[in-house]
């Protein structure tokens, strides 16, 4: 009995934003889809504005499957996970070891296909666009809560704008510029009514 895809479907059950109050809870199977759009969003712009050379499949792949660990490990706050280098290594190698348990639930004619996305080169340029689509997904989030009236997403608002910034990314540029002001509209805004 394979049980990869029955993995993948209980992404639906692990809660993200664990210490912060949220007037809408969101899973990371959803955040994983939000993340696959933003991604295929900024290859776009990084290959047709900026003359990139992105392999956007191959990005959105890896942001398809960039939380699969936590269905083993749940999701570990930011605070929790970047409190030191030593919990952020130890939580990789967790991480780690929850992919190769998970990749171990598939066909080997399977796993071959699927294991270079549920372990994405950390140091590639595809990998470098989906943690910048990571933190938009969260900047988004912020803006969704604040929006709401929830003035427990303030701070991280600014943390997860500064560091979206600090990336110096052109493509992320270009989706402030264009793109992040509808986000706080309405859907009558939006409708144009």
Not at 57 to 68: F, G, I, M, N, T
Not at 127 to 140: E, N, R, T
């Amino acid at each position: 009995m394979e049980k990869f895809y029955a993995y993948m479907d209980r992404m639906k059950f692990i809660k993200r934003w664990q210490l912060m109050r949220s007037t809408r809870e969101e899973n990371i199977m959803e955040h994983s889809q939000s993340v696959a759009v933003l991604t295929h969003a900024l290859a776009v712009i990084e290959n047709s504005v900026y003359g990139g050379r992105i392999d956007a499949e191959k990005a959105v792949l890896y942001a398809l499957y960039h939380e699969v660990s936590e269905v083993m490990t749940g999701d570990l706050p930011t605070p929790v996970k970047y409190y030191n280098q030593q919990i952020h290594g130890e939580y990789e190698k967790l991480e780690t070891l929850a992919v190769e348990k998970i990749a171990n639930t598939l066909p080997d004619e399977m796993k071959k296909e699927l294991l270079p996305y549920l372990s994405a080169k950390k140091d590639s340029e595809e990998y470098k666009i989906v943690k910048a689509a990571d933190k938009l997904s969260a900047y988004i989030k912020c803006l969704e809560e604040l929006r709401s009236g929830n003035n427990e997403f303030i701070q991280a608002k600014h943390t997860i704008g500064k560091s979206l910034a600090e990336m110096k990314l052109s493509c992320v540029d270009y989706f402030f510029e264009h793109f992040i002001s509808a986000f706080s509209l309405t859907l009558d805004e939006l409708e144009g009514l």
